[in-house]
């Protein structure tokens, strides 16, 4: 199937590498390849660029360039976070994350308790937000850091950070934020939030997969998860990403840009799509808050149909959406982060993730919407008539519903 068909709501999943940013990657690639930590001016030179692109991502952070150090991805930057501050507090062995992070949290507070270390995961209400009451009170004499994203990957709810950062400065703990999702719709201030970590990677915002940063608050104590070379101030072993680094550069500036179209434009078409299937749709829920929210996230449950069988069927007329996170999909487990906000697994099952992007167009929203209720009708129907096999009669329809005309 070629890209240009595909009618794409996944954007919470990756996003598409803007041209701009393939353009300013290409020379890095092909001429301009030295090493720059090299001594000679044909190193030298690239090492220009990678301050550039450092530059940049410290604006859209409103940082210092010194404060990013450029690594592979979210994950790592994540998991370097909770790193860093327990190898810097080594008399320090309690970790506070939430119930609803990323799997890089969730897997990495897994592996601390095998290893040893008490972690919290705060739990969250039914509408997917924090107490901050409650991350107060687990703080301990002996907690190393707090790390709670800014906004979740599955529902978009927005969490209170600056009010996280204060609690945590005020008890004199690190605080940590996964910002993956947020550059480009909302606005990032690292140093007026007060964090003293935070995440971004830049699949999430139009620039290549294998490429992110951790901002890291000046003065604040440092060990690296990767322990090689001087590289990023000694902060990450290994030779730069150069045409990486660049390109997130590019994308960076295009993400600070585009926070005015996310919340006027996307935010409009999310809206649309999200009041018109409540209209068009009976038994359709919302998961989560309508706000704090991104702009661009709806995640909603189609009771009594397995999301599943709703992202086959759209599939096959060339629309990309998700259950959940891409991480869990695939895994029969209902997503942890609807458990943790108490939605049945029955419910979580139908849930299904729609995230637009800068790129979404009102013909893409109009498409989605002509082909979603059939779709959801012929399923329920399906599912009541054939009763213990509903799959069956469900591999008998291919998709031919429509041409796409209108998923331009
Ligand atoms: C995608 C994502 C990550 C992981 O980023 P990678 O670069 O794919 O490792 C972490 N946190 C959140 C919230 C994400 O959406």
Known sequence: M?????????????????????????PFLRDQWGNPSSAYRFGHQVAKHVATARERVAALLHAEPREIVFT????????????????AHPAK??????????????????????????????????DGLIDIHRVEKAIRPDTAIVSIMWANNETGIIFPIEELAAICRSKGVLFHTDAVQAPG??????????????????????????????Y????????????????????RGGTENVPYIVGFGVAAEMALSRLHHENTFVRALRDRLETQIFKLIPNVIRNGAKEPRLPNTSNLSFLMVEAEAILTQLDHVGICASSGSACTTGSLEPSHVLTAMGISAARARGSVRFSLGAETTAAEVAFLLEQLPPMIE?????SVQSGTAPSKSRSKEPGRLSPRSAAA
């Open 216 to 235: 890291v608050k000046k003065h604040t104590r440092f060990h690296p998860y990767l322990i090689g070379g001087h590289q990023e101030h000694g902060r």
């Open 72 to 87: 592979s991805c979210g994950t790592e930057s994540n998991n370097t976070a909770i790193h860093s501050a327990l190898a």
């Open 93 to 126: 062995r309690h970790v506070i994350t939430s119930a609803v992070e990323h799997s890089a949290n969730m897997n990495y507070g897994k592996f601390l308790k095998e290893q040893g270390f008490q972690v919290t995961f705060i739990p969250v209400d039914a």
């Open 378 to 382: 012929k399923l329920r129907g399906a």
């Open 2 to 26: 070629s890209h240009r068909r595909v009618c794409y709501f996944d954007n919470n999943a990756t996003t598409r590498v803007a041209p701009e940013v393939v353009e300013a990657m290409l």
């Open 185 to 214: 719709k909302i606005s990032l201030d690292a140093r007026g939030t007060g964090v003293d970590m935070l995440s971004l990677s830049a699949h999430k915002l139009n620039a290549p997969k294998g490429i992110g940063c951790l």
